[in-house]
């Protein structure tokens, strides 16, 4: 089962900064956060991932709270493009299998 | 560099007939995983091959199989279709070596629709 809970949608307005909240209360110590989305009739494309820093990379940010409950992806300047499902993951290191949530469809309004 | 390959793209089959999937991962990847994506379910992981040995299984049952080949290339199997199999079967590969981050890297897919 998934270790995560997301909102099911969310809008955002084009050019602003997009939210995407993620709780996983039942993280353990050597647990990664990961993110990854799904554009429509592709497959999942790797965003971000990170342990307990916030981390930074071309693409999103994410921000993680100090008790690794929760975390934020953060798309500053979304664009049309960036209209897909975000799915939210936790896994033990790098070789865990990745479970799948139900994540979140955003939707860029123009 | 060429990204993964899955064929074919769409399949239809029938109830009770078996059907094989191919995915090419890419070059010097070694590990290649398989997920079903289905509207209910959404994405759920179905094993993961790495050297030709299965590394993790998901909760499906016995007529779903894969194996993996020297070259990494693998394939995926369904024996005895039912209508519930229809799905958007995903493969990803990753490098898995050793102190490497490893990002999965999906194919585009493959969909079966069972009749």
């Known amino acids: 089962d998934a270790k995560t809970t997301q909102p099911t949608s969310m809008d955002c307005a084009e050019g602003r900064a997009a939210n995407l909240p993620c709780n996983h209360s039942t993280i353990s110590g050597n647990e990664y956060v990961y993110w990854y989305r799904q554009i429509h009739s592709q497959g999942p494309q790797y965003i971000i991932h990170g342990l307990k820093n916030n981390e930074t990379n071309e693409m999103a940010s994410l921000i993680i709270t100090e008790d690794r409950k929760s975390s934020t992806l953060i798309l500053p300047h979304a664009t049309l493009r960036d209209t897909a499902v975000y799915y939210c993951?936790?896994?033990?290191?790098?070789?865990?299998?990745?479970?799948f949530g139900k994540g979140t469809r955003l939707h860029i309004l123009p | 560099k060429a990204g993964v390959t899955q064929t074919p793209r769409y399949l239809i089959k029938t109830r009770g007939q078996q059907v094989t999937l191919s995915c090419s991962p890419i070059?010097?990847?070694?590990?290649v995983s398989w997920y079903q994506q289905t509207p209910g379910q959404g994405l759920q992981f179905l094993f993961e091959?790495?050297?030709?040995?299965?590394?993790n299984k998901g909760n499906f049952p016995g007529r779903f199989s894969g194996r993996q080949f020297s070259n990494s290339r693998s394939e995926m199997n369904v024996s005895t279709l039912e209508l519930g199999d229809s799905a958007l079967y995903l493969c990803?590969?990753?490098?898995?070596?050793?102190?490497?981050?490893?990002?999965?890297?999906f194919g585009p897919g493959t969909r079966l629709t069972v009749l």
């Open positions: 070059s010097g990847h070694r590990s």
């Open positions: 990803a590969s990753s490098l898995r070596a050793s102190g490497t981050y490893n990002e999965q890297f």
């Open positions: 091959y790495f050297s030709e040995t299965q590394r």
């Open positions: 993951i936790v896994r033990v290191g790098r070789d865990d299998k990745i479970i």
